[in-house]
């Protein structure tokens, strides 16, 4: 079963800045990692598919990166908008399931 | 444009029967698998499972042994009981739609949130 690990768990950034955020597999599972955005009292929406496509509507101030067991989001300049929570998930074959990180909460600095 | 609209009870007492269904609008139902995911308040995401349109499915197996998924076609309906219930399981839980290579998940449901309390 896969676990995956997101870094740093809190991430404090001003407007204007660059976000990274880290998420490691505990094993390899390709490209296929996805990363989705939480607000609070929302259902997560999807940012990033497949490690590097962006989902429909989202800004290209997200993108994502990453393949084998390292992978990264990226925030090219944060809008206020932005600061929430941020979740990496991927899809095993065997057992055939679905695992989220943990989470990294993205604040205001 | 899909929609997910779901509901449920949303007060159980332990050893109660959590019982949600989801109506999917706006998209093939039988194009896809269709997923439920809980959140426990304040922590992170679980997926519990998926079902496709003839009953196919897929459980975490931490919770498999409590756990069964349906679907009413005729409705465009899916389901989920999780038999057994604990404060432990007390979460919001969301239906979804899985993406069309089944690696994502693409669309949610707004939430119900369950409570677990004697």
């Known amino acids: 079963e896969i676990v995956l690990t997101q870094s740093p768990a809190t991430l404090s950034l001003s407007p204007g800045e660059r976000a990274t955020l880290s998420c490691r597999a505990s094993q390899s599972a390709s490209s296929y990692l996805a990363w989705y955005q939480q607000k609070p009292g929302q259902a997560p929406r999807l940012l990033i598919y497949?490690?590097?496509n962006r989902a429909t509507g989202i800004p290209a101030r997200f993108s994502g990166s990453g393949s084998g067991t390292d992978f990264t989001l990226t925030i090219s300049s944060l809008e206020p908008e932005d600061f929430a929570v941020y979740y990496c998930q991927q899809r095993s074959n065997w057992p055939p399931m679905y695992t989220f990180g943990q989470g990294t909460k993205l604040e205001i600095k | 444009q899909v929609q997910l609209q779901q509901w449920g009870a949303g007060l159980l007492k332990p050893s109660q029967t959590l019982s949600l269904t989801c109506a999917v609008y706006g998209e093939s139902f039988s194009a896809y698998y269709w997923s439920w995911i809980r959140q426990p308040p304040g922590k992170g995401l679980e997926w519990i499972g998926e079902?496709?349109?003839?009953?196919?499915?897929n459980y975490n197996p931490s919770l498999k042994s409590r756990v069964a998924m349906s679907v009413d076609t005729s409705k465009n309906q899916f389901s989920l009981d999780l038999i057994s219930v604990t404060a432990a399981d007390t979460a919001v839980y969301y239906c979804?739609?899985?993406?069309?290579?089944?690696?994502?998940?693409?669309?949610w449901g707004q939430g119900t949130l369950v409570t677990v309390s004697s």
């Open positions: 079902i496709n349109h003839s009953g196919s499915t």
């Open positions: 979804a739609r899985v993406g069309s290579l089944g690696r994502e998940i693409v669309v």
């Open positions: 497949d490690a590097s």
